[in-house]
């Protein structure tokens, strides 16, 4: 059988390469010869009968960490007799065991060999190949590399059959190296050859342009090339991406792709490089089935929120673990850490780690992966490894890109006559309620005015960005190294905002022995940003209160059209200057609104924040035993943060004499880990074991101070002493520690059979002393079929597998403190002007709360046809977290409202759906990516509450509940009133049904207990944020030296509560609004519409149906495409270079009215999903880019 | 050298596992922990400090006028904000889902939680610092106690009576003590804060002998025990006078004076204000848009408040800037901050809970009810707070019904808006007389209904009878 289509008699096998359970795999080359050999010696010498062939090559390959490649049926059951020397070299001792068994050796690269036949040929010259190989003898073509021609020697005179011609070649890898060792055949025979250590071949070919030759290699698409005339050929074989053999990075530990037994994305650099992104939740949407990713903003570093398999929790948190190089962190966009002084935009930590230092991501979604993360698992964790050095020449590579930003959309709103119009309608509609009211403008004003200021075109701008990154990576045996350093200036797309980072990153690997070995992965960031006054809204007293002015985005959306930017005098124009009377009616005041100028806001406010973060983990691994080795590591993760915020008095909201606030905080957490990897294979039986105990303390302290009515502008934040008016600083410590013992067995018979059984027991801080310790257990079993006989034969899988696993995970994101009671600190007055400091029972703490608990089922398989060229895998699963941790009413006669105890829970299950195909494996290729996921969730139980309704205190619509927690409903529901239409005339009023708010224009709901009134008892749910489905699909093309990558990414089925159009059609006539007010109820003029009139009606802020749209959208999210320079005439070695340019969030198909569908104003809530509210709009970018190695 | 490392890490196996203990234990800094304090008499006297702090949320939020002037004759609600909430207590509607009543009923446990917290602690301990000042703190700490527990009894009837501090989620479903029991702590409470306090109050806004005997009085007379209130009162009587001009008494300059006051509850500037004056204040000087004015003084108030009175231009409030009001407003309480910005926060002016005016018609009262008829020592009492209102002194010849209601006339006149009237009423079995024609039930509306959340999580509480 051919070689060139029957890949799969190869056994390959990477296992010790892969050191299943060290962190690190590229160094582990600790075996001592002489344990290995006594090893073989005991064994042998048991069985009272040499060693199988086979058995001892694959000793060898796990002693020696090097890879072997045979084929099983030319070993058969030859055994092997001699005893080796201990302190030979491989080759030493392959020539020994192969001596006598017509087997030899090819030493492919450093640390892989080819076990071939030892064929009695006259010569060992390429041109034999042309021979037709005799039937016995498949790798007869196969051909020692030193045989090979010299690179730039002429090849061989030929002295073949007279019809054959010579063909030469190079095979590389994408990276331009040449690629040793790779199957070269002519399509249809079995004639064919291997490449030299350059990658070079030599091939006799048929005459003729029919011939097509088949270069396949393990890790790599197998690819067919028509030959054609052509004489020489340099062939470019893509990696396979989802090799069967691709080591994946599980916890404590690395796995080959084809042994997992949970279930795992991962993903790997090449495809975070398919978009220039800034921080790599960004690079997540999207590509993962069942990894959901809200940005709350498009502001640079915006926080995000990442959703793994739907909503666990209600009360705690819900965002996964991201563990950076053993790191574990969790990712509080709203934790002290991430935002110290109040009303600032939330950010997001994660994008102090560059994403271009990333080597992979592997996403961690059953209990199977999460258990050994035990009580910080049950949100799914997220690995993320940075790149290592690897042995061999150096490499430097240079990525620089430049690109542009803008905003996707502008939404349509009043011109400045259309509001001057508008704003006068109100005021006579309310003159006729009141009296009071006169016109704003007057006829002739009216006349006089046009387009006016576009407020959004104002603050938007076309903003570049640049980036640039160099790194170097190599080594020998002993050191190997990889470090880099970037910087990345984006400019945000409303004016004043920005980004600037700069990261550093050293990576070491030392092998100070052969059983010792010392690594470091050491990052530093620094990120500055000025994030502009964009937070989410902030809001006054009661229900009927417009948005406060200074969110720059809100001013846009709502300042006055008719003012323009600059007064005459150049100045900017800052209506309403008193700031106090925001409201007030009548002809003398033109200020419309409490919005303050955008402009003038954004250039004159100050709003900052600056994190420095370190992170460092040093290891240690020795080599007690071949089979046994104990890995030691600590590391410390530190963040500084520093906000500033100052508003100028020249700014109405600065009144009087300036507003300003400083905050820093101050997080260390530290890390030791100290682990016991065994790993040994017997014959059948592959054993894995990890034993370990971890301890990990974070602590954070901040400070925050503010003041009121500077002496000057000019001081900024710089002299807060210097304020008139001091408010009381605001300090305070946080922390909590844990302390775990883990366990972890893998199992593997025949390699078909695969076990896997977990446990971690974790000691947290934050539980009450009667429940101090959790412990975490997962099982799970995979079978690989594909190695079954029976599925073998069906010559139809390349892979088929089927995956079970069950297993308990925690959540213990609770603030700290929760079981203990405290004293909190109150002020009592004891004069006018001064206050005594008390202390007063605040909290009653609980000493049985503990974590909540995810019972977590999954059920998958894997498969892979014609060649893995088709590669599907799916998964179904259940989750159910019982145990809420939630704020449960105490009777108050305690004194004591509530305290945290553990009652309720959650389920969500859902399907995974991901397809992987190479449609085209020609000259050109196209591979498709596809991922599709559905969660369901529902709430189980609340406790002793049936519904709780949430967002009361809400700031926009305080008072008014904007969603409901419900047992047997999902999560995320909105409720509300179910719009009506308007009530056109007198009688339709009259018929009500009555709200308190009825008259002729005015919003009508429906009365669902028909009892004549709108109240509390007609609200429904009226929509839901989370979606049906989501997904992305990626498809990928290759034509030579260029590529083209273009990602859709979908979500189905959700509804967002758009706050923003609510806003924009609240008809108060103090703020601006949509253009669909232009269709505003006019008695007698327009009166078939679903806008109420202008007129000032309490109820038109109530939460009801027509502000809920629906969230579905599909985006062209990514369009990537990167030209390979032709560099091989240069003949530099390992020279490359690729140009691209990237396009980010072309398309948008969606019917949701504001910027993005894809919005949370509340980004990490459990409750309220799916608000927007004037949010930061995303942008588009264009980004051209050059990557350099050398 | 492979037996060290793994002797290592068994080592740190069961290092760890014998340190845990202390590595999970928290140490919320900042914050601190109940039963890692009172030590000292300064810890102590912080302690007590927290315990007055939930005094302006129990007796003066919007909460309690609503029960003590609303639920009465003396107020009528006019417009502004919770305006169907507000009707409700003026029309003995209340319901148990009432939040108001709930933040009296959630505030009143609070303190009293407080000073369980603070007596528990204080027990059996002898503080360091200044000698002596450990029984006024647990006096102090009595006093306040009896206080709330006075007025959750008086509102709510029986009680679930709690004199530890609560501190576990367990067992926290106590059933209702009946309101006698209630009293015997009450008094209990306040024999031993009257032994302990001193006259003058060891700072501002600090409970003192005074002002426990004036609780134990009105206790004592809702016990109908009037023998044993002149006794308690008779102790006051002569310790403190009357301002010259009813005036004097409101004046921010005068706050915590050691002339007519006796206990006050403290207010102060932002975040300390008096935020029931808003409830107290007219349109016309808060401004459009922050709607308040949501209590006016009864047609019947108004009809005592002769122009005569020297107390009705202290106490009402017609116009602002020159522009009349539709009707009368409160004014004793504004002070120079109200009206001055549009912030519900208002003013500074200390709330006068127990002042000398207050003694001096309770003595009345108490004789009256002791002696079976006013004798000339309980006109005496009577007239010098009419007298300095500039009334003619009550004339003797009442019978002693008619003299408990001449009295009560008196006490509205005196204290109109200072949150005694349906206090006032329920002690002289007066409820049903008056406030019958308001909607008021007999067997019902002599408590208000307890909380819904209370009946929700206490699975022993019961609902008064009628809600």
Not at chain 1, 3 to 10: E, F, L, V
Not at chain 1, 775 to 782: E, T
Not at chain 2, 346 to 375: C, H, M, T
Not at chain 2, 387 to 409: C, E, K, M
């Amino acid at each position: 059988m051919p070689i060139s289509t029957q890949p799969r008699p190869w056994l390959w096998c990477s296992l010790c390469l892969v050191g299943l359970w060290q962190p690190t795999t590229s160094a582990q080359v600790l075996a001592s010869n002489k344990t290995a050999t006594r090893t073989t010696q005991q064994r042998a010498s048991t069985n009272g009968q040499p060693l199988l062939l086979r058995d001892a090559l694959l000793l060898l390959m796990q002693e020696r960490k090097v890879e072997i490649l045979f084929d099983e049926r030319l070993l058969g059951t030859r055994r092997t007799a001699a005893v080796r020397r201990p302190n030979a070299t491989v080759s030493a001792i392959l020539t020994h065991l192969l001596a006598g068994s017509g087997l030899k050796f090819n030493r492919l690269r450093n640390n892989t060999y080819l076990i071939v036949e030892e064929t009695p040929r006259p010569s060992d010259r390429p041109s034999d190949a042309a021979t037709p190989a005799a039937p016995s003898t498949d790798f007869g073509s196969a051909l020692p590399s030193s045989a090979l021609p010299k690179p730039g020697s002429t090849p061989p005179a030929e002295r073949q059959i007279a019809v054959d011609r010579t063909l030469t070649g190079r095979v590389v890898s994408e990276t331009n190296e040449g690629l040793p060792g790779v199957s070269v055949v002519l399509k249809g025979t079995s004639r064919g050859t291997t490449t030299n250590v350059e990658g070079r071949f030599q091939l006799s070919i048929p005459e003729g342009p029919a011939a097509t030759l088949v270069f396949s290699y393990v890790g790599y698409v197998t690819q067919e090339i028509a030959v054609g005339n052509q004489t020489g050929l340099e062939v470019k074989l893509a990696a396979d991406a989802q090799s069967l053999n691709e080591v994946v990075v599980v916890g404590y530990g690395t796995v080959r792709r084809s042994d997992l037994t949970g279930s795992v994305v991962s993903i790997k650099s090449e495809d975070l490089a398919r978009s220039t992104v800034t921080s790599l939740d960004q690079g997540l949407a999207g590509r993962a089935a069942g990894v959901q990713v809200t940005q709350q903003s498009g502001q640079p570093g915006g926080a995000t929120s990442v959703r793994i398999r739907g909503i666990s929790s209600i009360n705690s948190a819900n965002e996964p673990l991201y563990v950076i190089d053993g790191f574990p962190y969790y990712n509080d966009n709203s934790g002290t850490t991430s935002n110290v002084i109040s009303g600032a935009p939330a950010q997001n930590m994660l994008s102090t780690i560059n994403p271009g230092d990333i080597e992979s991501v592997e996403v961690l979604k059953d209990a199977s992966a999460t258990a050994i993360y035990g009580a910080r698992g049950a949100n799914g964790v997220i690995l993320i490894t940075t790149k290592r050095g690897k042995a061999g020449k150096a490499r430097i590579e240079v990525d620089a890109y430049t690109g542009v930003q803008e905003v996707v959309k502008i939404i349509p709103l009043l011109n400045a006559r259309q509001y001057a119009e508008f704003r006068n309608e109100n005021y006579i509609n309310l003159l006729g309620l009141n009296g009071k009211g006169l016109p704003t403008y007057t006829d002739a004003e009216v006349a006089a005015l046009g387009e006016g200021t576009n407020w959004q075109k104002e603050i938007f701008r076309v903003a570049p960005m640049q980036s640039l990154q160099v790194s170097a990576s190599g080594g020998n045996e002993t050191l190997r190294y990889s470090v880099s350093g970037s910087y990345l200036d984006q400019k945000g797309i409303v004016i004043g905002t920005d980004l600037r980072r700069y990261t550093g990153r050293v990576n070491l690997d030392a092998q100070l022995s052969k059983r010792l070995k010392l690594g470091n992965n050491f990052t530093v960031s620094y990120v500055a940003s000025n994030v502009g006054r964009t937070g989410g809204g902030t809001n006054g007293v009661n229900g009927v209160q417009s948005p406060t002015a200074g969110n720059i985005i809100q001013d846009a959306l709502f300042f006055n059209p008719v003012v323009p930017v600059y007064d005459a005098n150049g100045n900017y124009t800052l209506d309403n200057a008193s700031g106090t009377i925001a409201y007030a009616a009548g002809p003398g005041n033109k200020g419309n609104t409490p919005n303050a100028n955008p402009v003038a806001v954004a250039a004159l406010a100050t709003q900052q924040n600056f994190t420095t973060r370190l992170l460092d983990n040093i290891f240690a691994e020795y080599a007690i035993l071949p089979s046994l080795t104990f890995r030691s590591s600590f590391g410390i993760d530190y963040l500084f943060n520093r906000q500033n915020s100052f508003i100028p008095s020249t700014l109405s909201i600065g009144l009087p004499g300036g507003n300003g606030a400083v905050g820093t905080a101050n997080t260390l957490s530290w890390l030791t880990e100290n682990t016991l990897n065994f790993s040994q294979t017997r014959g059948a039986h592959s054993l894995q074991a990890l034993a370990g105990f971890s301890t990990q303390k974070y602590q954070t302290e901040y400070l925050a101070v503010s003041g009121r009515d500077f002496p000057t502008d000019v001081i900024n934040v710089y002299n807060m002493g210097s304020a008139a008016i001091q408010n009381p600083p605001n300090t305070g410590f946080l922390g909590w520690s844990l302390m775990s013992y883990l366990g972890r067995v893998n199992y593997s018979f025949r390699d078909r059979y695969l076990f896997t059984a977990s446990i971690r027991a974790d000691g947290s801080s934050k539980f009450g002393a009667n429940n101090k310790f959790g412990y975490f257990p997962s099982a799970a079993f995979a079978w690989k079929l594909h190695e079954e006989p029976f599925i073998k034969n069906l010559n139809t899988f390349t892979e088929l597998k089927l995956r079970l696993s069950a297993g308990r995970t925690g959540n213990q994101e609770i603030p700290a403190y929760q079981s203990l009671s405290t004293l909190g600190v109150v002020r009592f007055p004891n004069s006018n002007t001064a206050q005594a400091i008390g202390l007063a029972p605040t909290r009653l703490g609980n000493p049985d709360i503990r974590w909540e608990s995810t019972s977590q089922y999954d059920a998958g398989i894997d498969v892979g046809l014609f060649n893995n060229r088709v590669q599907l895998t799916l998964d179904a699963y259940y989750r159910k977290t019982n145990d809420l941790l939630l704020f449960v009413q105490l009777p108050f006669s305690s004194g004591f409202e509530n305290a945290l105890q553990n009652i309720g829970s959650v389920q969500n299950k859902g399907l995974e759906l991901s397809l992987q195909t190479v449609n085209l494996n020609k000259a050109l290729t196209w591979r498709t990516n596809f991922n599709i996921a559905i969660n369901r969730n529902k709430v189980l139980d609340f406790g002793n509450e049936t519904e709780r309704y949430i967002g009361a205190d809400y700031n926009l619509t305080k008072g008014l509940a904007l969603g409901v927690i419900r047992v047997g409903e999902p999560l995320g529901n909105f409720v509300g009133f179910i719009n009506d239409g308007i009530f056109k005339n007198q009688e339709e009023v009259d018929r009500g049904p009555k709200s308190g708010f009825d008259y002729v224009g005015s919003r009508r709901f429906v009365d669902l207990n028909n009892d004549g009134k709108i109240n509390d008892a007609d609200r429904a749910i009226i929509g839901n944020a989370l979606p049906k489905f989501t997904g992305g699909i990626q498809n990928s093309f290759s034509y030579k030296n260029f590529n083209l990558d273009f990602f859709f990414q979908f979500v189905y089925g959700n509804e967002v509560y758009n706050m923003t159009q609510l806003e924009l059609e609240f008809l108060n006539g103090r703020q601006n609004q949509s253009v669909t007010v232009l269709d505003r109820f006019q008695a007698g003029v327009n009166e078939n519409t679903d806008v109420a009139r202008t007129g000032g009606y309490v109820n038109i802020r109530q939460t009801h149906s027509r502000w809920v749209e629906d969230g579905s959208f599909v985006r062209l999210k990514n369009v990537m495409l990167s030209y390979d320079l032709p560099l091989s005439a240069w003949n530099v070695r390992g020279l490359t270079a690729r140009l691209y340019v990237n396009g980010q969030n072309l398309w948008l198909l969606s019917k949701y009215r504001g910027y993005d569908p894809e919005v949370n104003i509340n980004p990490q809530s459990n409750t309220l999903l799916g608000f927007d509210y004037t949010s930061y709009p995303s942008a588009k970018l264009y980004t051209f880019g050059l990557k350099l190695g050398f | 050298m492979k037996k060290f490392l793994s002797t290592c890490f068994v080592a740190a196996l069961l290092i760890g596992s014998t340190a845990c203990e202390k590595f999970l234990e928290e140490d919320p800094k900042g914050q601190v922990a109940t039963g890692a304090f009172y030590n000292t008499v300064g810890e102590a006297t912080q302690a007590v400090t927290g315990v007055y702090t939930f005094l302006r949320p129990l007796y003066l939020g919007n909460s309690m006028t609503l029960s003590s002037e609303m639920a009465s004759d003396a107020f009528t609600f006019v417009s502004g904000a919770g305006g169907a909430l507000v009707t409700l207590y003026e029309t003995f509607q209340i319901v148990p889902t009432d939040q108001a009543n709930l933040r009296t009923y959630q505030a009143g446990y609070q303190l009293i939680n407080a000073a369980n917290t603070v007596l528990a602690n204080l027990q059996g301990k002898t503080l360091t610092g200044t000698p002596g000042k450990q029984p006024i703190l647990e006096g102090e700490a009595l006093f306040l106690r009896a206080f709330t527990y006075y007025h959750l009894v008086q509102l709510y009837g029986d009680l679930p009576l709690r004199t530890e501090p609560s501190t576990s989620v367990a067992g926290l479903d106590i059933p209702r003590s009946p309101a006698a029991k209630v009293y015997e702590t009450i008094v209990a409470d306040l024999q031993k804060a009257v032994a302990q306090l001193p006259e003058r109050s060891e700072a501002a806004g600090r409970a003192n002998k005074l002002a426990a005997l004036t609780l134990l009085a009105k206790v004592q007379l809702s016990l109908k025990q009037p023998e044993a209130a002149v006794a308690s009162l008779k102790q006051v009587i002569g310790k403190r006078s009357l301002y010259k001009e009813y005036a004097d008494v409101f004046k921010l300059a005068n706050e915590n004076n050691t002339v007519e006051s006796i206990f006050e509850v403290q207010y102060g500037l932002s975040p300390f204000n008096n935020d029931v004056v808003q409830n107290y204040t007219p349109l016309e000087v808060t401004g459009v848009g922050f709607v308040f004015q949501v209590y006016a003084p009864s047609k019947e108030a108004l009809a005592l408040l002769t122009p005569t009175d020297k107390r009705t231009p202290v106490t009402l409030w017609s116009s602002f800037n020159g522009k009349p009001f539709v009707q009368p407003f409160v004014r004793k309480f504004n002070d120079a901050l109200v009206g001055t910005t549009q912030a519900n926060d208002a003013g500074q002016i200390n709330w006068p809970v127990f002042r000398y005016a207050d003694v001096l018609l309770l003595y009345a009262e108490a004789l009256n009810a002791a002696q079976k008829g006013p004798s000339v020592e309980a006109l005496d009492a009577l007239n010098q707070v009419r007298l300095r209102a500039g009334l003619a002194p009550q004339a003797a010849g009442l019978s002693q019904s008619q003299f408990v209601d001449a009295v009560l006339d008196e006490r509205l006149r005196e204290f109109l808006g200072e949150g005694h009237r349906w206090f006032d009423l329920k002690r002289n079995d007066r409820l049903a007389a008056y406030l019958t024609k308001y909607g008021f039930k007999t067997g019902t509306h002599e408590v208000f209904p307890i909380p819904r959340v209370e009946l929700d999580a206490n699975k022993n509480m019961t609902q008064n009878q009628g809600y």
